[in-house]
């Protein structure tokens, strides 16, 4: 026995029906016409011609009387009225959204539809009209002033500012995760000890560490989204508060190799633990910005304590290296960036001890 499925098509109509349609078959089948309407109601002809007409509004209390004279509920009329109107304002707006489909060329609609973000859909206005659901905003001119200041408010180069419609979208999916998951207020005291205990995870690999640090995350208030990149999206991280209690560290997925993965996450806890409420921050392409540096430093001194700067330009082989990562308790690949950073070494030098992260 085969069975078919069926594909439900939602009716979206291109016109609007106005009570005043209902209203003149109502009357019709009462055998009135508008005048004799007009003078039970109390109602001047002209106005029952306008509603008839759907040029004037019906309002709740002509409604009652409407009710009265007809037997149909006011309820009813209302509700005529109310999706009248709405589907006038959608008309309206679809009008509008029509206009703005050059903006659509920056959102990557693509990921999004295979991320089952979004439908899939030849109708760009609906396209359009999805796209701004998705981040939250009535329409792209409050995208546009959402992202130059507000919503997106940091300090990019002029090479990741080019690629806003993708970094603003990595960030919304990143916002969107951290939004559904429920913790505590944040604890700062508990936030610093859970960045202390995920510094001995970097020995782990992600099957082990990835569930330990949401946990560690999320009972200090702090919510870990570990988002999957958006091609074009030059970010490595981002760290917001998404309310006064609550914090948000996300991580881009781009088979990061382990030093650079680490790195990035103790930066974003430094923007927790250290900076406003009220900005957001984000691991790209820089312009000098003072907290970035305050953030790099305390991602370095976790890592790696300044206790043990003096040893580091003799780290320049596997054995060295490795020998000492087992010393400090972190992996031999965050000693390599290290080194490389700090120009000890090349970065073509002893890449052998990173480990590249596969999240699939």
Known sequence: ???????RIAFEPDYAVAPGRTLQETIDHLGIDQAELAARTGLHKKTINQIIKGKA?????????????????????????????EQLARLESKKHL?????????????ELIARGVIEATGDLV??????????????VDAWNEGWSTPQFAFRKSPTAAGHDGALATWLRLAELEAQSVECPPYDPKKFNAA?????DLTVTSPSV??????????????????????????VSGAAKWLTPSKAMIALNLHGKFNDR?????????????????KELFVDADYVDDPRE??????????????????????????????????????????VVGRLQRAKIIDYSKLNGLKERFDWK
């Open 1 to 7: 026995m085969s069975t078919t499925k069926k594909t």
């Open 57 to 85: 509004p019906l309002t709740p209390d002509t409604a009652l009387l409407l009710e009265r004279v007809t037997g149909v509920v006011a309820r009813t009329w209302n509700n005529l009225e109310a999706n009248y109107r």
């Open 98 to 110: 029509s206009s703005q489909l050059e903006w659509l060329k920056q959102i990557p609609t693509k």
């Open 126 to 139: 609906k396209m359009v009209d999805q796209a701004l659901k998705f981040f939250g905003v009535a329409s």
């Open 195 to 199: 960045v202390h205990a995920i510094r």
């Open 209 to 234: 560490f990835v569930n330990q640090m949401k946990t560690l995350c999320s009972d200090a208030g702090v919510v870990l989204a570990l988002v999957p990149e958006i091609k074009g999206a030059r």
């Open 261 to 277: 993965f680490w790195f990035t996450f103790f930066h974003e806890a430094g923007h927790i633990l250290n900076d406003s409420k």
């Open 293 to 334: 540096h305050e953030a790099n430093n305390f991602a370095r001194t976790i890592l790696i304590p300044f206790k043990y700067d003096e040893e580091l330009p003799t780290l320049t082989t596997f054995a060295a290296v490795s020998t000492f990562a087992k010393k400090v308790g972190i992996a031999p690949g965050i």
